[in-house]
C-alpha cells in the first residue's frame, strides 16, 4: 500500500501561484510514476500532469500551455505541482496519483489516489 497525502491547495487571485506537495508513504516511492489528476465540481477527473520515477521524463494536459510544472524529489519522497499563471477554470480538486507503470496519464493507470486538495482561483 501507498499513502498519498496532499497539500498546499488553498485560494488564490487569478494570474497568481500556488505550489502543491504530496507526500507518499508506504512503499519505495521511487518505484512509482506520479501524477497530479484534477476534478471541477460537475466535471470528470482530468489528467494534469505526470512524471516517470526518475523524474527525467513528463507529461502534460495540452491545455495548460505550460503554465504547470511537475517534479519530484524521491529522497524527500515527494512529488511537487508548481501552478502559475493560474486561471478560474484551474479551481478544482487535485488529486496525487502513483502508479506502478513506467508513466500514468490515463485514470485507469492509477494504482494508488490521495484524498484531494481543494484550489480555488477567484477572478
Known amino acids: 500500500q501507498v499513502q498519498l497525502v496532499e497539500s498546499g491547495g488553498g485560494l488564490v487571485q487569478a494570474g497568481g501561484s500556488l505550489r502543491l506537495s504530496c507526500a507518499a508513504s508506504?512503499?519505495?516511492?521511487?518505484?512509482?510514476?506520479m501524477g497530479w489528476f484534477r476534478q471541477a465540481p460537475g466535471k470528470e477527473r482530468e489528467f494534469v500532469a505526470a512524471l516517470d520515477q526518475s523524474g527525467r521524463s513528463t507529461y502534460y494536459a495540452d491545455s495548460l500551455e505550460g503554465r504547470f510544472t511537475i517534479s519530484r524529489d524521491n529522497a524527500k519522497n515527494t512529488v511537487y505541482l508548481q501552478m502559475n499563471s493560474l486561471k478560474p477554470e484551474d479551481t478544482a480538486v487535485y488529486y496525487c496519483?502513483?502508479?506502478?507503470?513506467?508513466?500514468?496519464?490515463?485514470?485507469?493507470?492509477?494504482?494508488?489516489w490521495g484524498k484531494g486538495t481543494l484550489v480555488t482561483v477567484s477572478s
Open positions: 496519483a502513483a502508479s506502478i507503470r513506467p508513466i500514468a496519464t490515463g485514470y485507469y493507470d492509477i494504482d494508488y
Open positions: 508506504g512503499r519505495t516511492f521511487s518505484w512509482y510514476a
